[in-house]
């Protein structure tokens, strides 16, 4: 299924009704019928039955352990290959990935993606697992139906260590990619944008926010607006406006039901108020503090600019291309410096799922040029007016009942306020689709051979003197 040219998904049928494949499609080079045998499953009972089997196959990881007689399941060892075989069924059959969104519970796919990224996350031998459930959930995230459809209660008991929270499947998958940025291997470091790409995409959607989740998310605004991450590279910054954009979603769209959230933004007001009135003076000294000359930054913010294995186009709702001012003069600009490259169309957020680059590199320094940036990328005003509003409120509050107050007590408050006419004009809903390109693929093939070596060494029918499996350079 990785080789040859990928299958049309439109259906050709001969005289009789029958289905075919065209013969100018046979005969070109690379075809191979199998990917266009995949491509053109259509029918529902077909696709009905592919779903129900991944579903059945991959719950089975966690199912095994949740048995009152231990091994009375026997565990299965294949789950690697039923994603791949998952996510290439995602690439080659739209019709597919329609049917999971609207005719089927697509959270029973969700919980043991989660899980196996959860239970993987400081494996260095599944670090390819987490990339693929990664690309799974990034695909899946860019469809405004799974958005909603996380919203269902969550009550699946998981044997894994998973911080025990009353909530849908959204706080799942929000507390899961928490737990693989403050918990997982530092070779995660390169998908730590697709974590909260994932997060952003569905938080337009999110109607009710867990307690465990409000706090985590808050807590990593904090831990990356914090020098070590801030300062790490130039363009660090770009994680904590994807955390704005996830506050800002829940606050225009979602703010009924989200007091949790609100109420943590509260108690956390004074990381964005740093950030808000952070100056270049500052901005030197707190780096210097945490850089000296000496010492080289542990995460390298700027890796994700390095290798380019991942492609995010936004979006909107409806599902037409939304290009930023700041990428439409960055790219007149090399349409400019190279006319032969005028022809290209679609620009494109690179992140990626490569390693950091070997070497030393020279210690960044803020500068006017980096602080104006950092100040127009990020979103801001919308949390500043709403604490502008809630922070006397909570104030007035606790000068009443002299300090002493119940958080469920500033909860029924906040459900009782109403933002409207406070918060800024509501902004478009923003959604960062996943864009195949050729370097995913090229990392898909090397991932999917890996596995197939690795599980074919009893018995050995590869030459093992004769695999290369990567390159070093």
Known sequence: ???????????????????????AEAQKGGFNIFRSLLARISDGKDLNTLYRGFVRLLRHTFESKNTLLPS???KLECYQEILILLWKTLEENPLFLDFILTRCDVCEL??????????SRQDASKIGLVHLCTFILLKLSGERSFGVSLNRPFRTKLPCDLPLFSGSHADLVSI???????????????????FLTVVCNISPY???????????????????SSPKFLYSGEKAYKHLALLLEIFNNIIQYQYNGNQHLVYAIVRRKDAFGRLASLTLHK?????????????QPEYDADAAEQVAALSIQDVDETGNPIQSADSREDKSSKRADNPAKS????????????????????LFTPSESWLAELRSSLPLETVNRLLQHLVPVVDDMCERQNGVVDETEILEVFKDITMVGLLPVPHAIVIRKYQPNQYTSIWFTAFMWGVVFLRCQQPPIFDLECIQLFQVS
């Open 206 to 224: 999110w109607r009710s926010m867990s307690l465990v989740s409000s706090v985590k998310l808050v807590n990593l605004f904090e831990l990356f």
């Open 1 to 23: 299924l990785d080789c040859g040219l990928p299958g049309d998904p439109l259906p050709v049928e001969n005289q009789y009704g029958e289905p075919v494949v065209a013969v």
């Open 72 to 74: 009375s399941q026997s």
């Open 343 to 362: 022809w290209e169309s679609n620009e494109e957020t690179v992140v990626s799922v490569g390693s950091s680059v070997a070497g030393v590199k020279e």
């Open 283 to 295: 901005a030197v000294q707190q780096c210097s503090k945490a850089f000296p000359a000496h010492l």
């Open 176 to 194: 899961t990619l928490h737990k693989m940025i403050v918990n997982g291997s530092y070779r995660l470091v390169p998908l730590y944008s697709c």
């Open 110 to 119: 969700v919980v043991p993606i989660c899980y196996l990224m959860y239970t």
